[in-house]
């Protein structure tokens, strides 16, 4: 993802609020930086809960948001430790 890489982390760093900050901290955790993207972010709902957890390799406290977000969870709750 060019665009993520060139711009994610530093559109993640605004201060936008509504969709427009909904999507700059998406296309930050498409970037590189998504680990420092995620980690300065307080989720705004369960998505973005689940979203922060799987930037952090941990999904298993978050309540997955939907059947995709239940497959990536079942996917992690599997991998070794």
């Not at 999507?23 to 307080?42: D, K, M, W």
């Amino acid at each position: 993802m060019p665009f993520a890489e060139l711009y994610g982390e530093r559109l993640a760093a605004l201060p936008l609020k509504g969709s427009a900050g909904q999507l700059a901290f998406r296309i930050g955790l498409l970037s590189t930086a998504y680990e420092t993207v995620a980690a300065a972010r307080a989720p705004q709902d369960g998505v973005e809960s689940f979203l922060v957890g799987l930037a952090r390799g941990d999904v298993t406290r978050n309540v997955q948001p939907d059947q995709m977000g239940a497959a990536i969870r079942a996917g992690f709750a599997r991998m070794p430790r």
